[in-house]
């Protein structure tokens, strides 16, 4: 038995390599993401680049009120009587150029925002498309959480770039540039006082980014050592109890949080300095100072006027605005295309394949030739051999079980019948045709199935159960719910059937199983994979999942994914598999009476169960 000291470590826990550097993978890999996100970007990329250009009027336009107010103060300024028509002729001109900034710069976001709504909708569709396409199978590989992150958070992760990210890069890059440009043309030494403390900044943080990747890649392998002592004290924290072992459990995570702590501190500390120290560079109290004293000096040796120190110094102060937005575009860009490679790779996936011509099942019986499976292994593993020549035969009518132990196949099996996954080898077929020629929808009026892993949409109560059959009426929703003994619960929430579920309807596991079976009864469909529904049921439920169960049944083509061998003793016929072989077939007296595989199984599962768990076991599909 294991104590809280010799926890298996249960968690992957990916770091970047300890020497910090760029390797080929890593080039690889973001030439790749850059790929997706120019492919993703295409149907936009437009429209983007007239933003970008409605941009570059709206940057030129900016510099005219610096130009003006230069202009209006050598008018003030100037010896004699001012020039009131030429006053106003500046006015005018800096209204108009601060006029011309507002509407193209609005233009621009207003065509990448209409761009950004388009091509999220276009995404959508397609991952929609995609879904629809995929096989079910897929869907009990994937986490609803990594369903979610790409059709909502990946999505949206291209929001910044396209609506934002490129015209603000423009607009950061072009006002400053013209800013300059004017400076140049009021004097080059003004030009270059202007960006005097640029080149301390970029020195400051070169050094900071160079300093920080070695750093970086500690606390990745700190912050990797923190993950594996969490996941290794939290699955193991009920033999860490038993055994009194939660002292000595909890010092591997105190240890690795203060190594980390201590890790972060170091690099923190210096960090911070140099980057105080770098943003100091472009502080306005300093770009101030540098302007205007180097203007005095300027000033005084007759270099330049007053009025074109004060013009250049107030373009100083916008340029540290431009690192600070291409940096924060940069950051966009690179999380853009993450997140495009990860759509790019859901679009890649393998599709459910259609038949041109379907075709059409002649009658209820099912059969399993030959079927051989194997999951493809992950990286450089190899792929795992699932179900190895297994044959077999459903009658109408019939309960077949599946039982075997853990890792033998049966919910492989079982899954090929509705194609959550087509076979390797062999073919699966109802009523004659293969399933792969089966059209979806007409696959799905044949088989339905009730899993233990029940998913509740986000809709009213009747929704989720019509999901069975779109079109049937309350009443048919209602009958449904009664015979699956779910009604009455029901009833009890305060919007009964339009409640929606997670919001006014928080169910048990066991009543979520009986909406799944309600479901299973409205959609009618004669063929059944039943997943032991009770397997991992409260006592209070179970009873009453078996009786509806039981109702489901009946005169169905039925296929059991058997946990508890007392629910299936009445089985029509029991097929016992090991290792993705058919070992055993027949029925429960006669496997249990012979010396083979089941009747082991059997006799271990009597001296593992009670009276009461046979009594209610023996209530459900066995009858």
């Given at each position: 038995?294991?104590?809280?000291?010799?926890?298996?470590?249960?968690?992957?826990?990916?770091?970047?390599?300890?020497?910090?550097?760029?390797?080929?993978d890593a080039?690889?890999?973001?030439?790749?993401?850059?790929a997706?996100?120019?492919?993703?970007?295409?149907?936009?990329?437009?429209?983007?680049?007239?933003?970008?250009?409605?941009?570059?009027?709206?940057?030129?336009?900016?510099?005219?009120?610096?130009?003006?107010?230069?202009?209006?103060?050598?008018?003030?300024?100037?010896d004699?009587?001012?020039?009131s028509?030429?006053?106003?002729?500046?006015?005018?001109?800096?209204t108009?150029?601060?006029g011309?900034?507002?509407?193209?710069?609005?233009?621009?976001?207003?065509?990448?925002?209409?761009?950004?709504?388009?091509?999220?909708?276009?995404?959508?569709?397609?991952?929609?498309?995609?879904?629809?396409?995929?096989p079910?199978?897929w869907?009990?590989?994937?986490?609803?959480?990594q369903?979610?992150?790409?059709?909502?958070?990946?999505?949206?992760e291209?929001h910044?770039?396209?609506?934002?990210?490129?015209?603000?890069?423009?607009?950061?890059?072009?006002?400053?540039?013209?800013?300059?440009?004017?400076c140049?043309?009021?004097?080059?030494?003004?030009?270059?006082?202007?960006i005097a403390?640029?080149p301390?900044?970029?020195?400051?943080?070169?050094?900071?980014?160079?300093?920080?990747?070695?750093?970086?890649?500690?606390?990745?392998?700190?912050l990797?050592?923190?993950?594996?002592?969490?996941?290794?004290?939290?699955?193991?924290v009920?033999?860490?109890?038993?055994?009194?072992?939660?002292?000595?459990?909890?010092?591997?995570?105190?240890?690795?949080?203060?190594?980390?702590?201590?890790?972060?501190?170091?690099?923190?500390?210096?960090?911070?300095?140099?980057?105080a120290?770098?943003?100091?560079m472009?502080?306005?109290?300093?770009?101030?100072?540098?302007n205007?004293?180097?203007?005095?000096?300027f000033?005084?040796?007759?270099w330049v006027?007053?009025?074109?120190?004060?013009?250049?110094?107030?373009v100083?102060?916008?340029?540290p605005?431009?690192l600070?937005?291409?940096?924060?575009?940069?950051y966009?860009?690179?999380?853009?295309?993450?997140?495009?490679q990860?759509?790019v790779?859901?679009?890649?996936?393998?599709?459910?394949?259609?038949?041109?011509k379907?075709?059409?099942?002649q009658?209820?019986?099912?059969?399993?030739?030959g079927?051989?499976?194997?999951?493809?292994?992950?990286?450089?593993?190899?792929?795992?051999?699932?179900?190895?020549?297994?044959?077999?035969?459903?009658?109408?009518?019939?309960?077949?079980?599946?039982v075997?132990?853990?890792?033998?196949?049966?919910?492989?099996?079982?899954?090929?019948?509705?194609?959550?996954?087509?076979?390797?080898?062999?073919?699966?077929?109802?009523?004659?045709?293969?399933?792969?020629?089966?059209?979806?929808?007409e696959?799905?009026r044949?088989?339905?199935?009730?899993?233990?892993?029940?998913?509740?949409?986000?809709?009213?109560?009747?929704?989720?159960?019509?999901?069975?059959r779109?079109d049937?009426?309350?009443?048919?929703?209602?009958?449904?719910?009664r015979?699956?003994?779910?009604?009455?619960?029901?009833?009890?929430?305060?919007?009964?059937?339009?409640?929606?579920?997670?919001?006014?309807?928080?169910l048990?596991?066991?009543?979520?199983?009986?909406?799944s079976?309600?479901?299973?009864?409205?959609?009618?469909?004669?063929i059944?994979?039943?997943?032991?529904?009770?397997a991992?049921?409260?006592?209070?439920?179970?009873?009453?999942?078996?009786?509806?169960?039981?109702?489901?049944?009946?005169?169905?083509?039925?296929?059991?994914?058997?946990?508890?061998?007392?629910?299936?003793?009445?089985?029509?016929?029991?097929?016992?598999?090991?290792?993705?072989?058919?070992?055993?077939?027949?029925?429960?007296?006669?496997?249990a009476?012979?010396d083979?595989l089941?009747?082991?199984?059997?006799?271990a599962?009597?001296?593992?169960?009670?009276?009461?768990?046979?009594?209610?076991?023996?209530?459900g599909?066995?009858?």
């Open positions: 038995m294991t104590t809280g000291v010799e926890l298996d470590e249960r968690a992957e826990v990916q770091s970047d390599p300890p020497s910090g550097e760029v390797t080929p080039r690889v890999e973001a030439r790749q993401q850059a997706a996100l120019r492919s993703l970007l295409h149907p936009v990329r437009t429209r983007i680049r007239i933003a970008q250009i409605l941009q570059i009027i709206a940057s030129a336009a900016t510099v005219v009120p610096f130009i003006g107010i230069v202009e209006l103060g050598r008018t003030l300024l100037s004699g009587p001012v020039d028509g030429r006053v106003w002729v500046i006015v005018w001109v800096v108009a150029g601060l011309a900034r507002a509407f193209f710069s609005g233009l621009a976001l207003a065509v990448t925002h209409f761009a950004d709504v388009d091509l999220q909708a276009i995404l959508r569709r397609r991952i929609t498309a995609k879904l629809s396409r995929l079910l199978g869907f009990t590989r994937t986490t609803s959480g369903v979610r992150k790409a059709t909502q958070h990946d999505v949206g291209l910044y770039l396209v609506a934002h990210a490129d015209v603000e890069t423009t607009a950061a890059a072009a006002t400053p540039l013209f800013a300059l440009i004017y140049f043309v009021l004097d080059w030494r003004l030009g270059l006082l202007a403390t640029l301390l900044y970029a020195v400051a943080y070169a050094w900071m980014v160079k300093d920080s990747t070695e750093q970086m890649a500690k606390m990745n392998a700190a990797a050592r923190i993950s594996s002592t969490i996941v290794e004290f939290v699955s193991g009920a033999v860490v109890k038993t055994f009194g072992q939660t002292g000595r459990a909890h010092k591997a995570f105190v240890d690795a949080a203060d190594e980390f702590n201590d890790d972060f501190a170091g690099y923190v500390g210096p960090m911070l300095r140099i980057e120290l770098s943003m100091l472009l502080s306005a109290p300093l770009v101030l100072l540098v205007l004293a180097g203007g005095y000096w000033v005084r040796s007759g006027e007053p009025i074109e120190v004060l013009g250049s110094t107030l100083a102060l916008i340029l605005a431009t600070l937005t291409v940096s924060m575009a940069m966009s860009r690179r999380e853009a295309a993450a997140a495009a990860r759509l790779d859901l679009f890649d996936l393998p599709e459910l394949e259609v038949a041109e379907p075709a059409m099942p009658g209820n019986t099912v059969e399993f030739r079927v051989s499976f194997a999951y493809p292994g992950d990286d450089d593993a190899a792929e795992v051999r699932a179900l190895e020549s297994v044959s077999a035969t459903l009658h109408p009518g019939t309960v077949t079980a599946l075997g132990p853990s890792g033998s196949g049966k919910s492989t099996l079982a899954t090929l019948l509705p194609r959550f996954a087509d076979p390797d080898e062999g073919n699966v077929t109802i009523g004659g045709a293969d399933v792969r020629d089966i059209a979806p929808e696959l799905y044949h088989v339905g199935f009730v899993l233990q892993d029940v998913a509740l949409m986000g809709v009213s109560i009747a929704d989720n159960i019509r999901l069975g779109p049937a009426g309350l009443d048919e929703v209602i009958a449904a719910a015979a699956a003994n779910i009604d009455e619960r029901i009833r009890q929430l305060p919007t009964g059937y339009d409640a929606i579920a997670g919001v006014d309807a928080h048990s596991g066991g009543e979520a199983q009986r909406i079976i309600a479901r299973a009864l409205l959609s009618d469909a004669p059944l994979v039943l997943d032991e529904a009770t991992f049921a409260d006592p209070d439920s179970e009873a009453q999942i078996q009786e509806a169960v039981a109702r489901l049944v009946v005169g169905r083509t039925v296929l059991v994914i058997a946990h508890r061998l007392g629910s299936i003793t009445h089985a029509d016929n029991i097929i016992v598999l090991d290792r993705g072989r058919v070992v055993e077939t027949g029925q429960h007296a006669d496997l009476a012979g083979g089941y009747a082991s199984m059997w006799q599962y009597l001296g593992g169960t009670s009276r009461r768990d046979d009594e209610i076991a023996g209530k599909v066995a009858e």
